[in-house]
């Protein structure tokens, strides 16, 4: 990584006066009067930057800094015209050859007196950044909760010589004036963001108007860095100053209130909780601290994102549940590698509801005992509200959660607490994997092969392969977990690479769901027409509530309508930034882009021929839940989609509620077929799996094999039996006849097949590289320009190059997009030759933000 700043200084002192003993380094010398005199040597840092640039910074570090400076901190400095937060991961004496001396600038100022960066992440995220081509800043930030990290925000405040302008100016005309207005505007505060100038003016003529007022001298412009937020709430407290009996003498009826409350508790009161119990106005609290008989303190609140979920869950102790011969033997070679403190990758092959889950409890609980942290991710938010529970009451306030439905409250406080080693287990999603917890012994992949796990910004990591890589670097054990593995895990089982336990049966011995696939072309025959639910489908749905009985129905499409056309011309509305049509939501009459969020109402007549024909074509879960609710009125019907758990604790509510047995019949996207355990669901419905066999991705059989299988092993996990209807134009596909019968082998055996043909993961390494450019033909000339760089040295390599050529999605979010795709029968040979032709082309000048790196994609859409 490339260092981006001279010839070696001379080596430079400073004399320090020192008045704090924890500022002593080496150097310093005390003196006769006691007073400290250092002579502290020059320092430079090297500070990763959280943008899109792949090389670090060289910095000096000035006086007091210099002494408490340690790698790992954070440290606002200068970049250009602004002021950013970065990381020290290096510390000198001497600044590298290539550094030219006058371009070193001073770091601003030191954000941590201690290292919020542990070594094993910095050197992991050091690893993120070479395999995945992605800036070292990025990754550093990807590891750390929101907030952490801040730029600058630039400040204007009038000049003397700007006032006597506005006093010499005639104010009647400033209405007519941008010039006097801003003048005005930035005059009437002491200093303001230049945002505030935004508010009245468009951002590129207040930009402009800054620029002129600097320039004739009227204003003063300079930056200041923004508060990074990771601090702690703070909350007024009060405890008694002194014996509580002694503090009651000569006080009136509502301060003796005060002192009885504080002295029947064991430990401070909220001042909020106190006057509240007490009766008492604040005011009370107030003569009390002045004569000395209570203290009011701050001190730090946790914003607890469990609070107050023991009420109603099951608190049984995990040891009374007695593990099968396949449980107790897999358990048995997880905890004989962690009592080793010795890496290795377990692939746990559980088909669904064989009790995956209590052999990850008794794996963590097994850590715990030998003194060593425990980490669990999962694919997605909507599984971590049931399963928190369970593990809140397995390990108490040992438990920590870390994922994106939290407050940047909630995150930090739980960052906090896992850093200073009061939570021991974490649980999360995928950035979970950066949680700082020390000494890690297991390491839990939930559902390994979903594809969630991996980023599909930079940096576009993989939290299962990152898992793995801290687990190789901790000495500790990875368990990969999953009914359907990806195809690459799987192969590594095979070949060694991994070590395979394989649950075959179901716990309790429960037979799996039966599963039916019904023929909609037979169906259109039937009824002359295409139907949504097959008779068979509603039949089921009907004689499943007369049961008691819960239900589930998947369709992997949300929205009412997918996309809205005109009968009269036959246009469809599309996106203005995407080469995507709309999709209509009927719950806010909108037309939504689900890329870039773009919204428009709905037309009522055709933008291009005026017609008032406007018809809606087809499915989401929005529309079939209104149909299911229309067919079944006596039914409690609720849908789970990302429209719906979009405001905070709605995939908690809708989830816990389904759990409860407050809906009889849930509606949902994929989000409803991933690792939970609803034990009174007995029939699942699939509406429709046709379309993702259909995209343009070497991956879209696997994937609707698993989600089948998924969906299906949610049925029948109780006392009863499950039954599974699968409505599709393609029953013959093997990727849907596997998922009848949950075969993972025989489909293993027919993907492995296509995929050795074709080339594709695990028999190459893929590298996707994406040229976006709202420029077309500028796009196209750095695909071209990169396309022949690699190339140049692609047969030397045993590279193939494919492309360039139009994405999939041409264009997003106003972006034209042009792929190559890099295929390597290894991945170092395919970075090889892309680190020369990345170098190449930024010699040609070519724009590196317009160029965008994925290692190992998931999708190649």
């Known amino acids: 990584m490339n260092s981006g700043s001279a010839s070696c200084f001379p080596r430079s002192v400073y004399n320090l006066r020192l008045t704090t003993p924890s500022l002593q380094s080496p150097g310093c010398r005390a003196s006769a009067a006691g007073e400290l005199s250092c002579t502290i040597p020059l320092m430079f840092a090297e500070v990763a930057l959280p943008i899109h640039v792949r090389q670090t910074f060289t910095y000096r570090l000035p006086g007091e800094i210099a002494i408490a400076a340690r790698v790992g901190s954070r440290v606002t400095v200068p970049l250009g015209k602004k002021l950013l937060t970065g990381f020290i991961v290096a510390l000198s004496e001497r600044a590298d050859e290539d550094v030219v001396q006058s371009e070193i600038r001073d770091v601003d100022e030191l954000l941590d007196e201690e290292p919020v960066i542990a070594p094993d992440i910095l050197e992991l995220t050091r690893w993120m950044s070479d395999y995945y081509y992605a800036p070292w800043g990025e990754c550093l930030r990807a590891a750390m909760p929101a907030g952490s990290t801040s730029s600058s925000e630039r400040m204007l405040a009038i000049t003397d010589l700007g006032r006597y302008a506005l006093r010499d100016l005639d104010s009647s005309s400033a209405g007519s004036n941008s010039k006097l207005e801003a003048l005005e505007l930035i005059a009437d505060a002491t200093a303001i963001n230049s945002r505030a100038l935004e508010k009245h003016f468009p951002k590129a003529k207040a930009n402009a108007l800054i620029r002129h007022l600097e320039r004739d001298g009227l204003i003063r412009v300079w930056q200041q860095p923004v508060e990074t937020r990771m601090k702690p709430r703070l909350q007024n407290a009060v405890r008694l100053t002194g014996p509580a009996a002694d503090a009651s003498a000569s006080l009136n009826e509502k301060q003796r209130r005060v002192v009885a409350h504080l002295g029947s508790s064991s430990t401070a009161m909220g001042l909020s909780d106190l006057l509240a119990a007490a009766d008492v106005s604040s005011s009370v609290v107030r003569t009390l601290e002045k004569r000395g008989v209570v203290e009011v303190f701050p001190r730090e609140v946790r914003r607890d994102p469990l609070a107050g979920i023991e009420a109603g869950i099951n608190t049984d102790d995990g040891e009374s549940i007695s593990l099968t011969v396949e449980q107790q033997n897999a358990l048995d070679q997880i905890t004989a590698k962690i009592d080793q403190r010795s890496y290795a990758t377990f692939l746990l092959h559980g088909i669904t509801g064989s009790g995956k889950t209590e052999i990850y409890i008794k794996a963590i609980r097994a850590a715990l ?38 407050s940047e409250g909630e995150r930090n406080d739980e960052w906090r607490r896992i850093r200073n080693t009061q939570a021991r287990v974490v649980i999360g999603t995928r950035s979970a994997v950066f949680a700082p917890l020390a000494d890690i012994g297991l390491i839990i992949v939930d559902e390994e092969h979903d594809t969630s796990y991996k980023q599909d910004e930079t940096p576009r990591y993989s939290g299962r392969d990152t898992a793995i890589m801290r687990a190789n670097q901790a000495g500790a054990v990875v368990v990969l977990g999953s009914a359907t593995p990806s195809i690459e895990s799987y192969a590594n089982a095979k070949n060694g690479k991994y070590i395979y336990l394989h649950l075959q049966t179901r716990y309790g011995e429960r037979p799996l769901a039966r599963v039916e696939t019904i023929d909609m072309r037979e169906v259109f025959k039937r009824h002359g027409k295409q139907q949504i639910f097959s008779d068979e489908l509603r039949e089921a749905i009907e004689q499943n509530h007369a049961r008691g009985k819960q239900a589930m129905i998947l369709l992997n499409r949300r929205g009412y309508s997918s996309f809205v056309l005109c009968r009269s011309c036959g246009l469809a509305v599309g996106c203005p930034n995407c080469d995507v049509t709309l ?178 993961p695990p028999f190459s390494a893929l590298i996707n590289i994406l040229i976006h450019d709202k ?80 290692v190992d994609p998931i999708s190649l859409m």
């Open 583 to 760: 999709t209509y939501h009927r719950f806010d009459a909108s037309l939504q882009c689900h890329y870039c969020g773009y919204i428009r109402p709905v037309p009522k007549t055709c933008d291009a021929c005026e017609g008032q024909y406007i018809h809606y074509v087809g499915l989401g879960t929005e529309q079939l839940e209104a149909r299911l609710k229309e067919m079944y009125p006596r039914m409690n019907i609720a849908r789970l989609d990302r429209d719906t758990s979009r405001r905070r604790g709605g995939f908690e509510q809708i989830i816990m509620e389904f759990a409860s047995g407050g809906i009889d019949l849930l509606v949902g996207t994929q989000m409803i077929a991933k690792g939970h355990d609803f034990p009174n669901v007995t029939l699942v419905g699939v509406i429709s799996v046709d379309a993702g066999l259909g995209l343009p991705d070497f991956r879209a059989a696997e994937r609707t094999f698993q989600l089948l299988t998924q969906v299906s092993g949610r049925a029948g996990r109780g006392d009863k039996p499950g039954r599974v209807i699968i409505q599709t134009y393609h029953p013959e596909h093997y990727a849907i006849q596997c998922a009848r019968t949950q075969g993972y082998e025989q489909f293993y055996q027919r993907e492995i097949q296509f995929r050795r043909t074709m080339s594709y």
């Open 775 to 854: 420029n077309l033909e500028r796009a196209r000339q750095t695909a071209a320009a990169l396309a022949h760089h690699l190339r140049e040295t692609a047969d030397e390599r045993k590279l193939r190059i494919l492309g360039p050529a139009p994405a999939p999605l041409s264009r997003l979010k106003g972006e034209h997009r042009i792929q190559v795709l890099i295929k390597a029968q290894n991945r170092s040979s395919a970075r090889e030759g892309l680190d020369i032709a990345m170098d190449r082309l930024e010699a040609e000048s070519h724009n590196p933000r317009s160029i965008s790196i994925e």
């Open 369 to 406: 005992i030998k003194g060593l942290s425990a980490m669990m991710l999962v694919p997605e938010i909507a599984l971590t509200p049931i399963f928190s529970r369970r593990l809140r009451a397995e390990f108490g306030e040992s438990l920590a959660m870390l994922h994106s439905s939290l």
